[in-house]
């Protein structure tokens, strides 16, 4: 799970975009091309993309969360932009109603949560300060963290943790926290994080529930679906041509971007320059353009970055 640089508790809208450069470059964007952000968060790529068009390119920028939204039309007066408050598994749907399905140049996914939400203990995504424990990216709709804790079974909470957060420690956490509510709800980031530490060690500047919160929060905004869908969705929207990059932060979410690819990716050669026989693989509809990892740079300037994973893929 990302965490913040800054333990204030206060809310900011500073946001450093992750390996901005090489997604940028990575879109191989053409000044009259039409890209798609479908996680604008405080709008980094955006504006990258927007510095590289000309006066007939556009960027349809995606965020489901109100904030995001809120602030981008504060920031950003830009007739080249068209913002949607949507969630990216509805990329078909918005752009069947802009007639741009199939028109688009290129796609980039950021699935990392933007600082702002991190430092603003409103949102409920981090145990660094004292909040709701809300989680939810779009806060119009759905459970809380805390109703969603209050009405799982043990069984449910700790398939999550083990799933989503890879947490090996499952059971025990999901038990004391069901053990907990027989006599109080949990409300807030701080309980909930303070009791999964009486039953979690520490790991390397890693706090004993920072994999828990990031199954929770997968599972209040339903992430692995949505990206799923997303995904798929992107080969429909793309032209011949047009770019796919994503940026992921940790295993799950890169291990099912590289599994898309790779399922929807030319049969790599043999030596001999053969093709290798497909095995149940869908017609190629995508080539693999390889991952990249930040650089020893930008993990230092910043620590965010250190886990991420950019990978580029080109429609066929």
């Given at each position: 799970m990302l965490q913040s640089k800054s333990d204030s508790t206060t809310t900011s809208n500073h946001h450093s975009s992750v390996m901005f450069s090489e997604s940028i470059e990575g879109l191989n964007i053409r000044s009259d091309g039409i890209y798609v952000d479908a996680t604008f968060g405080r709008g980094g790529h955006t504006k990258g993309i927007l510095d590289c068009l000309g006066e007939f390119g556009r960027v349809i920028a995606f965020d489901q969360d109100i904030d995001a939204v809120n602030y981008a039309k504060s920031n950003f007066n830009d007739s080249r932009l068209i913002l949607l408050h949507a969630n990216f598994s509805k990329l078909v749907d918005e752009l069947d109603?802009?007639?741009?399905?199939?028109?688009?140049?290129?796609?980039?996914?950021?699935?990392?949560?933007?600082?702002?939400?991190?430092?603003?203990?409103?949102?409920?995504?981090?145990?660094?300060?004292?909040?709701?424990l809300d989680m939810r990216m779009n806060q119009t709709q759905g459970l809380t963290a805390a109703e969603w804790l209050k009405q799982t079974s043990v069984s449910e909470i700790a398939d999550a943790l083990y799933l989503y957060g890879e947490e090996k420690?499952?059971?025990?956490?999901?038990?004391?926290?069901?053990?907990?509510?027989?006599?109080?709800?949990?409300?807030?980031?701080?309980?909930?994080?303070?009791?999964?530490?009486?039953?979690?060690?520490?790991?390397?500047?890693?706090?004993?529930?920072?994999?828990?919160?990031?199954?929770?929060?997968?599972?209040?905004?339903?992430e692995l679906k949505q990206l799923t869908s997303a995904l798929e969705q992107s080969i429909n929207?793309?032209?011949?041509?047009?770019?796919?990059?994503?940026?992921s932060f940790h295993s799950i979410e890169d291990r099912i971007v590289k599994q898309f690819i790779r399922k929807h990716s030319r049969p790599k050669e043999t030596p001999r320059g053969l093709p290798v026989i497909s095995q149940g693989r869908d017609e190629c509809l995508l080539n693999d353009l390889g991952k990249l990892k930040p650089t020893k740079n930008e993990i230092e300037i910043n620590r965010r970055s250190r886990s991420a994973i950019l990978r580029l893929a080109e429609k066929c």
């Open positions: 109603s802009l007639n741009l399905t199939g028109e688009i140049d290129g796609v980039l996914m950021d699935l990392g949560i933007s600082s702002p939400q991190l430092d603003n203990a409103d949102r409920g995504f981090s145990f660094n300060s004292d909040g709701p420690r499952s059971r025990i956490i999901a038990a004391t926290i069901k053990k907990y509510q027989q006599n109080k709800n949990i409300n807030s980031t701080t309980e909930l994080a303070n009791l999964i530490a009486t039953v979690v060690r520490p790991g390397k500047n890693k706090h004993p529930a920072t994999r828990s919160f990031q199954a929770i929060r997968i599972v209040i905004n339903d929207i793309l032209a011949p041509k047009g770019r796919l990059c994503v940026i």
